[in-house]
């Protein structure tokens, strides 16, 4: 599971805001505003580990290397060559990572999380019984 702030999935485009499912909602220590919490879903039961490539390399070329990278990713978002949704959609490793994605879940879930929120528990803890 990723887990991320609501200010976070806020700034995301709606489609990638389709695949974050709200979980709580709290108010951290130290805090008078409650803040919201969402999750995508993963799966990693079957992951297989790979090479990492910068295995070997010199922590300064890594970070040169990291740098760049996200330098040129800001440039093509930032000019509109492309978006976080298709960077995401085209990432192999997030493609393996959703590859267990559950329409059905998803769906049972926000149901039984409205019925919690507006306080219907028998329908919110018949829903729950099912998601276990």
């Known amino acids: 599971m990723i887990l991320i702030s609501g200010i976070i999935r806020d700034i995301l ?14 108010t951290v220590k130290g805090s008078i505003k409650p803040m919201r919490f969402y999750t995508i879903t993963i799966q990693t039961d079957d992951l297989e580990a790979v090479d990492d ?3 070997g390399k010199p922590i300064k070329e890594k ?5 760049t990278l996200r330098k040129d990713l800001f ?8 978006t976080t949704w298709k960077e995401i959609n085209t990432d192999s490793d997030f493609i393996e990572l959703r590859k267990g994605y559950d329409q059905n879940f998803e769906d049972l879930f926000k149901r039984t999380y409205d019925a919690y ?16």
């Open 75 to 82: 440039a093509r978002l930032h000019s509109g060559q492309t």
């Open 53 to 55: 490539p910068m295995a």
């Open 117 to 132: 929120l507006k306080g219907d528990w028998e329908n919110a803890g018949r829903d729950a019984a099912t998601l276990v």
């Open 13 to 26: 485009s709606k489609e990638f805001q389709s695949i974050c499912r709200e979980i709580d909602t709290v």
């Open 63 to 67: 970070k040169a290397t990291r740098d």
